[in-house]
């Protein structure tokens, strides 16, 4: 699905691996320097320690994509307001499959409420409504979205640090290259997210020793539950808690639809657990 994550500058590179590849090349405002801006970026990205093979195959045939440019620069979606919103991404539909995946997953997600502390109508809303629990991820090419945002002048840092994640996550062997497929602004997999975001806080949630949120509920589950921890989610607070939320997604209306959801998806299942 279409959105924007806030992101930290994982460390899985380097913090300062991330930043100064930034200076590498210089952004353009249009595609006229992309192909030169490409294989310079190729050249930095190895040496910041991506394989030849990786980067090379990453960037490969990739191009500018002006379509891509003009809907980053409206976020139409995030314009709605909360009650279209909810019609959109929240719908009764979605909270029924919620609850019923809830019902049929009590042990997956009591494990993970119990080691992360973070609770499953949340963690399910989330799911639901970034990708209907893993039935529409995306098919975009995700190195061509983030090569072209990475060229933009307009956030070229924040995703040139994406692009080099995104190569890192294939050389470290959580994804293939064949499974970096997603959203317009390279988000990957049943939670959508970006690639910095993937390598800190992606995590093996059903013990076969993969970070796979493209097929595995149980990891995409886990991981939702670890990133609301380590952004502050406190256990027993209620859903509205605006502040690790906010840092999901930048949107309020987006934040509140996620509380919206989650207190729906909870009604008439306390007396269950």
Known sequence: MRRIKTVLAAAVIGAGALSSAANAAQCGSNGEGFNEWVQSFQQEAISRGIS???????????????????????????????????????????????KKRWASNRALFDRVEQKYGVEAPVILAIWGMETAFGAIQGRKNVFNGLATLAYDCRRTEMFQAELLG??????????????????????????????????????????????????????TV???????????????????QYGPLSEWNKASVYQKAIAYAANKIDEGSSAAR
């Open 52 to 98: 030849q093979r990786v980067a090379t195959a990453a960037l490969t045939g990739v191009s500018y994509d002006r379509g891509l440019i003009a809907y980053d620069r409206t976020q139409r979606p995030f314009k709605l307001t909360l009650e279209q919103f909810i019609a959109k991404r929240a719908p009764a539909s979605l909270i029924s499959q919620a």
């Open 166 to 219: 995104a190569m890192q996550l294939v050389d470290r062997g959580d994804l293939t290259m064949a499974e970096m497929r997603g959203a317009e602004h390279g988000e990957i997999g049943q939670a959508q997210f970006l690639p910095t975001s993937y390598l800190k806080f992606a995590v093996d949630g059903d013990g076969d020793g993969r970070r796979d949120m493209v097929r595995s509920s149980a990891d």
């Open 222 to 240: 886990a991981s939702i539950a670890n990133y609301l921890r380590a952004h502050g989610w406190r256990r027993g607070a209620g859903f509205d």
